[in-house]
């Protein structure tokens, strides 16, 4: 019987052993315990939820670079039915960029691909700008956001954006380019600036 009673006793001794070694074990499996940390604490990991869907917004990106000039230019020509002959080019304070930034930032923007480009340009915005001592230069223009190419801080932030596209057929053909088109885009944003 003593036989039988310590016996029984060591089966639970090892039993708990076992149980205590399996969670420990887990613990450091699934992170709980930080096995280089002397004091083995529990870690909070899953009590802490991190935001990392921060969505970087392109025009606080743009007017956060070493922005050297801004120059909006506006071309009319009555032979091409408007009212007046107009070429007109002005400079803009940072303030002034920021305004009409903020104006197109609402509309909806579409990456829209394309072989070639025709038309008037009418107003051009032109923003030259540097990063590490290389120029670059961001336009708007014929309702279209055009990125530099060489840039590709923000056109990352602009790509990451998951835009609706548009013209994708044209997407992989040689020569193809894309711009981002801005819906419902009125020129009337640059009447201020021509007064």
Same mark, same amino acid.
């Given at each position: ?41 529990? !870690?909070?990991?899953? !009590? ?19 922005? &050297? ?17 107009? !070429? ?15 104006k197109i930032s609402t509309n909806k923007l579409v990456k ?8 008037? !340009? ?38 990451? &954006? ?25 020129? &009337? ?7």
């Open positions: 019987m003593k036989e039988d009673k310590s016996k029984n006793v060591i089966i639970i001794m090892l039993t708990i052993i076992i149980i205590l070694l399996l969670i420990i074990l887990t613990l450091v499996l699934t992170g709980k315990v930080n096995v280089n940390n002397k004091n083995d604490k529990l !870690d909070n990991k899953n !009590d802490v939820i991190e935001n990392n869907n921060t969505e970087v917004n392109w025009a606080e990106k743009l007017l956060s670079y070493n922005i &050297s000039e801004i120059k909006l230019s506006r071309k009319r020509n009555t032979q091409l039915g408007d009212s007046q002959d107009i !070429d007109k080019e002005v400079t803009l304070s940072k303030e002034e960029l920021k305004q009409i930034l903020d829209t691909y394309s072989l070639g480009r025709g038309g008037q !340009d009418r107003d051009h915005l032109t923003v030259s700008y540097q990063i590490n001592n290389q120029n670059y230069t961001f336009e708007v223009f014929a309702g279209s956001i055009v990125l530099d190419s060489a840039d590709e801080e923000i056109k990352n932030i602009f790509n990451n &954006s998951n835009y609706e596209e548009r013209n994708t057929e044209y997407k992989n053909q040689a020569g193809a380019f894309y711009y981002y088109s801005i819906e419902e885009y009125n020129e &009337s944003i640059f009447d201020e600036y021509f007064k």
